[in-house]
């Protein structure tokens, strides 16, 4: 029972983009962020890293193209065919949910203090990239994930 009502509330989080318990804030030096509203416990979802799936090679193509070569706003992973894929998530709000907050893009990077990861999941036969806590998160704390690429133009906290 457990594990089907968490599967159906991904779901149904996933459909409408109206993720609960974040909010974003201005971070010295790093632009926005998000923060936490509410508790969260270890495990629990956050957010999707929600955008247009591209190749590997759109989203290099992307990432050349940005002004100053900032990873910016871009998700690269391996879908579970193995194949190299890109999340895009370059505009500020998606076609599909127009009014929605799209908070995955506004989380920064850290890879000592990383608080959350993306996981890989499949709804309805597409790619849905679910940040995860990795510990109990306190109300104001700012999620962060690591990047995973290994040179980042700025101090690595
Ligand atoms: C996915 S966006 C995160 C949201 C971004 N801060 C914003 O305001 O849109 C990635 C960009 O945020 C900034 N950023 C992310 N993590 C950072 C960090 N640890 N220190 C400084 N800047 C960071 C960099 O400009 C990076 O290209």
New binding site residues.
Partial sequence: IYIFSFFSFVRSMVTAQRWKGLTIKD?P?????VFTKRRFEQGEVVCEYHGRLVSREEGLAIHASSPDM????LLFYKNKRNEAMCIDAHEESCQCHPLSIIYG??????SKRANIRPRLFIHNDRDVILFITLRDILVNEEL?YD?GIPH?P????
Avoid: D
């Fill in positions: 971070v030096e790093k632009g926005r962020g900032n990873p910016g706003h893009r506004l989380i920064n990077h850290s962060r990047y980042v700025w101090p690595t906290l």
